[in-house]
């Protein structure tokens, strides 16, 4: 069964930083490109960043340039997303989504999604 499992997410303070992981289970990440998405209450869900299959092309929402990191390792079948220096505003179900090329296609092109992972920013 091709899965997608998010981890990491939780309570952290303003300024904190979180580290999630998206593992793949069934299936080679490594022939895909891996995106992070979000979706806050009452929000659409929206695109954070997103890697290439080989990990040398990433890309980043505006909101998080300079706080996020993507990363693979395609040896774990593990995407991370590094979140430093967080703001109340980053709060949302964080998910992950994989498709099956080098590069992203939209969002709406992704094939396959986890079932997301909390991350509440708050004092």
């Known amino acids: 069964q091709l899965q997608l499992v998010e981890s990491g997410g939780g309570l952290v303070q303003p300024g904190g930083s979180l580290r999630l992981s998206c593992a793949a289970s069934?299936?080679?990440?490594?022939?895909?490109?891996i995106g992070w998405f979000r979706q806050a209450p009452g929000k659409e869900r929206e695109g954070v960043s997103c890697i290439s299959s080989s990990g040398g092309v990433t890309n980043y929402a505006s909101s998080v340039k300079g706080r996020f990191t993507i990363s693979r390792d395609n040896a774990k079948n593990t995407v991370y997303l590094q979140m430093n220096s967080l703001k109340p505003e980053d709060s949302a179900v964080y998910y992950c989504a994989a498709v099956r090329n080098s590069w992203y296609l939209g969002q709406a092109g992704m094939e396959y999604w986890g079932k997301g992972t909390l991350v509440t920013v708050s004092s």
């Open positions: 069934g299936f080679t990440l490594a022939y895909y490109a």
